[in-house]
């Protein structure tokens, strides 16, 4: 099965080990980010990847 490109609530909640008002919070915050930049952002998804850079800090530092 492959990974959507998205991720929904109840991954983030579990992923971070918290509960799923908490991951709507985190959520927020980051489309919110995303808004700034142009993107256009589904509610109650998360890009998987900008929350992978944003959450662990993968993106290459300039």
Do not use: P, W
């Not at 998205?6 to 008002?21: P, T, Y």
């Not at 709507?24 to 993107?39: D, V, W």
């Amino acid at each position: 099965m492959t990974e959507s490109l998205f991720m929904k609530v109840g991954e983030v909640a579990q992923e971070l080990g918290v509960s799923k008002s908490f991951a709507y919070q985190i959520m927020r915050q980051l489309n919110e980010e995303l808004e700034k930049t142009g993107c256009i952002v589904i509610h109650g998804r998360i890009d998987r990847k900008f929350f992978h850079d944003r959450i662990y800090g993968t993106k290459s530092k300039e």
